[in-house]
């Protein structure tokens, strides 16, 4: 056999044998239960704009990191069709405007005033006619055509005042409905510029110039510039564990070597059937400089903390309930707290005690 194989062989027997001979004595030493989670970076209040309506990409008015402000727009969308309705609306609104519709209430009022006159002569007529009939001077026939005339003027009088009282009504309506389509046009139109709901940062722009958009194309992404959400995916074993509050150590492949402090701040509470994941959402206590939306995070959520407890490496456990103390005998122990690394011992054993690792 080659003489380095068989010196390495032995060397490995040596350390191996080393290795098991080790013994460890438990220590007191803090220990914290954690939940582990993965999951992404977001900005506060990110969203996906979306046109309220139909048309053609007209112009773009900002760029990807630009800082934009509520309300301020961000793109126009070119419609005719829209336009031409607008024009409509304002035509429309000018020739049902009250105060274009005057002469039409002018009208009526005058033949109101002349109707009111010829009843009031017609009353006096046939009054004078009924004294005249109760002296047996004229006819009954000139008493009865007065009385007759007298009728259709007083008829005719109210039927003016209520034309006059509907012709109101209408052009009330008319002008009211016509300065609402006007509105309506106005706002629709007002609908062909896209406009930022909050105060911060184009991430994306996923348009260009000349393509079609609608209600169901995202146009960009928007979010807070210097507020970010952490989007934890929590298994479903777990979930009953998290609540608001506790606790995360957040490590990112950008910042390699260094955890960030958060708190867990909303539980989302349904899961998705696909992962068996439950969304629960961190904000950071220490933030890293510089953040940008989707960076892969892995987190620690702490479930509890005990600043003094008995622990011993999780190798060193046999089946999460027995030891082997320096003498091979195999002993009974009840745990507590795990991590990572390391278990709490609650009874079994004591510092003193020497543990060999099993084979």
């Known amino acids: 056999m080659n003489k380095i194989l068989l010196t390495g062989l032995i060397l490995l027997f040596v350390f191996s044998c080393t290795e098991k001979s080790k013994t460890f004595k438990p220590l007191i030493e803090p220990i914290s239960e954690s939940v582990y989670a993965s999951g992404t970076i977001s900005s506060k209040g990110q969203y996906q ?5 139909s048309g053609i990409l007209e112009k773009i008015y900002v760029s990807e990191g630009d800082s934009v402000s509520i309300s301020s727009i961000l793109f126009s969308i070119s419609n005719e ?10 035509l429309a609104a000018e020739f049902s405007d009250l105060k274009n519709n005057q002469d039409k209430l002018r009208d009526l009022e005058t033949s109101i005033d002349l109707a009111q006159k010829k009843l009031i002569q017609d009353s006096l007529l046939y009054d004078r006619q009924k004294a005249l009939w109760s002296q047996n001077i004229g006819s009954k026939l000139q008493l009865e055509q007065s009385e007759l005339n007298y009728i259709n003027s007083k ?18 309506f008319s002008d009211q409905q016509s300065k609402t389509n006007l509105m309506l046009s106005s706002s629709l139109n007002d609908d062909h510029f896209v406009r930022s709901s909050l105060d911060g940062r184009i991430y994306t722009i996923l348009k260009e110039v000349g393509e079609m958009v ?21 298994d479903e074993y777990d979930i009953v564990k998290i609540k608001k509050g506790l606790i995360v150590y957040i490590t990112l492949d950008s910042y390699k ?12 509470p349904i899961m998705n059937e696909r992962t068996k994941t439950f969304t629960v959402e961190a904000e950071f206590i220490e933030k890293p400089t510089v953040l940008y939306p989707n960076l892969t995070v892995e987190a620690n959520i702490v479930i509890t903390t005990k600043e003094k407890a008995l622990t011993i490496p999780r190798k060193y456990l046999i089946n999460d309930s027995f030891v082997i103390d320096k003498s091979g005998n195999k002993k009974y122990v009840t745990t507590g707290l795990k ?20 084979e």
């Open 81 to 90: 069709s829209s336009r031409y309705n607008r024009a409509n609306a304002e």
């Open 214 to 234: 609608g209600p169901q194309t995202p146009v960009a992404v928007v979010g807070s510039a210097n507020e970010f959400i952490i989007n934890l995916q929590v």
């Open 49 to 53: 704009v979306f046109p309220k309506t």
């Open 339 to 358: 991590d990572y690394q390391k278990v709490e011992i609650l009874q079994g054993i004591s510092e003193t005690d020497e543990l060999k690792i099993p």
């Open 257 to 268: 070597g260094k955890s960030f402090k958060a708190m867990i701040t909303k539980i989302n």
């Open 155 to 172: 008829s005719n009088y109210k039927s003016i005042q209520y034309k006059l009282r509907d012709l109101k009504k209408q052009l009330r």
